[in-house]
């Protein structure tokens, strides 16, 4: 990693969001002072001597030629594309630039791990010792990098990504914010893997994987257009719910009179006994519901499961 000499002047190549974030390590790093402007590689004429946080627009990339002249030898590419990072790196490397990193103070960076030229790291993140990032890296806020990775040129590691242990990521890769990757696994060149991905298994170049486990987006389509067409037919048929058989209404384990046979059995004048359950009066003569009770006595007790005698007798 190329450390900067206090009269080492650098420009950022690029002019937007990923550049405002690399100004911003800068200031964190209170090395300011050594930024000379942003070049605007797209040539927007919206950004035609325009200023970014009071550091000018130089022009475009035809600038760079200039700079040199002035000893501005320094730059860091700032391109979201990794693609187009690539490009613009070949370029101004071929004209005669060196690569520096930007690496934001709270970053976790072991003392063995290797970082390459023209990387940068975002707040946040962490690389343990052993792994190895190559050039023009982009590691995002909060990314993780474990034990023993390996992240090629010109990839780039969104924020929240786990990467475990002995994982190595092929040139140009992208991998999505918030998914993670499986211990030793193999991501290949210029592969995305979607966001929130889980990737259990290498993955070969040039493929677009999502999804827990991640799969291929072809694939992914086509379980999804499975399940719109047919896969409502696939489902176990569900069998019509029969109703409950009739409850008891009362719960004993004696036999129940029929209404019939409670309004046909005579009156029995034998002293009742009080169930408070169920709220039912028992006499030798069987069971009777509250309102058959004689409506012309009362009782002696109301105490509940003592014998009682009606005022009468």
């Not at 100004?23 to 200023?51: H, T």
């Not at 290949?188 to 290498?202: F, I, L, M, N």
């Not at 409502?232 to 019939?260: E, F, G, I, V, W």
């Not at 046909?264 to 028992?282: A, G, L, Q, T, V």
Request: proline residues 6%.
């Amino acid at each position: 990693m190329l450390k900067l000499k206090k009269a080492e002047k650098i420009v950022i190549v690029g002019a937007g969001d990923h550049a405002r974030v690399v100004l911003d390590i800068y200031r964190e790093l209170d090395q300011l002072k050594s930024i000379v402007g942003f070049i605007d590689v797209f040539d927007n004429p919206a950004m035609k001597d325009a200023e970014i946080e009071d550091f000018p627009v130089l022009g475009g990339t035809s600038a760079l030629a200039g700079l040199l002249k002035k000893k501005v030898k320094t730059a860091i590419v700032c391109i979201g594309k990794n693609r187009d990072r690539e490009k613009l790196v070949t370029e101004i490397t071929a004209m005669g630039f060196t690569l520096v990193s930007a690496i934001h103070p709270s970053a976790t960076i072991s003392k063995k791990a290797e970082i390459g030229p023209g990387c940068m790291i975002c707040a946040g993140s962490i690389v343990v010792t052993n792994a190895k990032l190559g050039t023009s890296v982009i590691l995002n806020t909060g990314a993780s990098v474990d034990h023993n990775c390996i992240i090629s040129d010109f990839a780039q590691i969104a924020p929240g990504v786990r990467l475990a242990g002995r994982v190595n990521i092929g040139k140009g890769a992208m991998i999505g914010i918030g998914s993670s990757i499986k211990q030793g696994s193999t991501i290949g060149e210029y592969v995305t893997v979607g966001s929130g991905a889980a990737v259990v298994k290498d993955i070969p170049n040039n493929m677009t994987v999502v999804g827990v486990p991640a799969i291929s987006k072809q694939e992914w389509e086509q379980q999804i257009e499975f399940l719109r067409t047919q896969g409502r037919n696939t489902l176990p048929q569900q069998q019509p719910q029969q109703a409950p058989p009739p409850q008891p209404q009362y719960s004993n384990n004696k036999p129940q009179d029929s209404q019939q046979d409670r309004q046909d059995r005579p009156y029995n004048k034998k002293p009742y006994k009080y169930y408070n359950k169920n709220n039912r009066y028992r006499t030798s003569g069987g069971y009777y519901e509250p309102k058959d009770r004689p409506q012309n006595g009362g009782y002696e007790s109301s105490s509940p499961d003592t014998d009682r005698k009606r005022k009468d007798d």
